[in-house]
């Protein structure tokens, strides 16, 4: 990503802003985890995507008046050697214009005056905000709170929430988006790969997180871009499981999802095999009904398509494989074996923040996620993908990853070599 690609989504946004408008975003502040530590500081996504400015405690204030001009301000953290000396140097106003496009800056201790003086000129009637909860019971952000003071001593301004736009807006990537992203998935292969080559019964989860942890810190520092989901055996059916503490015995399966990131970019994609490298009839018959439902569906999404029809088709298809291998004794039970879906939108964040598209359109990404989990016969998986929709139909940007039986099993049979891999 560079400035261009970030000035070029503020003029997307700002053009579906109202005349005499406020917009204020926030990065975001950090989150205490004990006495004088705090969690590692994830920068809010949408402020991520307009600015390109990764650091907590700044915010974007933009205003656009009645014939539409725009002008915007970054507010940073001041220079404070001190503070620096111990967190490392924060973003100064040079290299905040070299990344955003942006010109002009101030600190951060200015901008309830400049936002006060704006909110008052009598200019403004509308104020944006980058609104959402996932839950009702989250925590406060900067913009829950500003929001209550705006009520408070602004209360002429009318709401509106940032976060429709920005939702639509990062629906569809740009074309160095799916670059990066196509980037991400070759990290993310040579991950899962070398997980596979270091596979045998007796090594614990924990082992085979050391392992694609490892292949992706040759690639730079950022690590996952979500917590790696890996387990074995009995595990498997725990569908959201980060203990690492369960140990992979002769012929259980072991599932993986995992991501990589690159230039804030994401993939998701998962996949099982043995542990001893070879399928037994069980496993194989399981897996090639998702691996064919999965290609099923590469071959039918297109534009046009219901986004809501991909995950129905995939529970359609997959229960009719597994009635006619006599696994399944009807279609309408598939809930037994299937216990999630998995269309959902990747970009920059794994789950990404989009507006769900009533129907699939060109250069969308999105997850083919297929997941049986068969408790009596105590096999648990799932074949994830990152689907791309084209012009005409789409494309599997993590095909490269070992996905068929004989693939696997051909990547399991060489030995896994640690070394710097780029």
């Keep these: 990503m560079n400035k261009e690609f970030y000035y070029e989504n503020r003029q997307r946004f700002y053009r579906q802003m109202k005349d005499n408008s406020l917009l204020v975003l926030f990065s975001g502040t950090e989150v205490r985890k004990t006495n004088d530590e705090f969690y590692p500081f994830y920068t809010n996504r949408n402020f991520l995507y307009l600015t390109g ?10 205003q656009k ?17 001190l503070q620096e000396r111990w967190t490392g140097a924060r973003i100064r106003p040079e290299q905040a214009a070299e990344l955003s496009g942006i010109q002009e800056t101030g600190y951060a201790g200015e901008f309830e005056d400049v936002l006060h003086r704006l909110a008052t000129t009598g200019n403004y009637r509308r104020l944006y905000l980058d609104l959402y909860r996932a ?13 209550k003071r705006a009520a408070a001593d602004y209360p002429y301004l009318r709401i509106e929430n940032a976060n429709t736009i920005l939702r639509r807006l990062r629906t569809i990537k740009q074309p160095c ?3 990066a992203m196509r980037q991400a998935e070759k990290i993310t292969c040579e991950g899962i790969t070398s997980m596979m080559k270091a596979s045998r019964p007796g090594m614990y989860e924990y082992q085979y997180k050391a392992v694609f942890d490892y292949v992706l810190g040759q690639y730079g520092p950022q690590g996952p871009a979500f917590p790696s989901i890996i387990s074995a055996g009995k595990n498997n059916f725990c569908i959201h499981y980060y203990a690492y503490k369960g140990q992979a015995l002769d012929g259980d399966m072991v599932l993986n999802d995992v991501g990589a990131w690159h230039d804030y970019l994401m993939n998701d994609v998962s996949r099982g095999w043995p542990c001893n490298g070879r399928f037994s009839e069980r496993q194989k018959l399981l897996y090639e009904c998702a691996l064919n439902t999965s290609d099923h569906m590469f071959e039918i999404i297109r534009p046009g398509m219901p986004m809501k029809e991909v995950d129905a088709e995939a529970r359609r298809y997959n229960a009719k494989l597994l009635v006619d291998a006599g696994v399944l004794d009807d279609p309408a039970n598939i809930s037994t074996y299937m216990w999630h879906g998995g269309a959902h939108h990747v970009g920059f964040d794994v789950h990404d923040a989009v ?3 009533e129907v699939i359109a060109p250069n969308m ?6 997941g049986i989990y068969h408790e009596a016969w105590g096999i ?3 074949l994830e993908d990152n689907c791309l929709v084209t012009e005409t139909g789409c494309e599997n940007l ?4 070992p996905r068929t039986i004989a693939e696997i099993e051909d990547t399991m049979r060489q030995n896994f070599v640690p070394g710097f891999l780029k």
């Design 380 to 382: 648990g998986f799932r």
């Design 355 to 357: 507006e769900t598209p």
């Design 398 to 401: 993590s095909a490269a990853t």
């Design 135 to 147: 839950a009702p019971t989250d925590r406060d952000e900067p913009a829950h709170r500003l929001l």
């Design 365 to 370: 990404v999105f997850c083919v996620d297929i």
């Design 177 to 179: 988006e799916l670059e």
């Design 53 to 62: 400015l990764d650091s907590r405690d700044l915010a974007l204030l933009a």
């Design 65 to 81: 008046d009645s014939d539409g001009h725009v002008k915007e301000k970054i507010f940073l953290l001041p220079p404070d050697l």
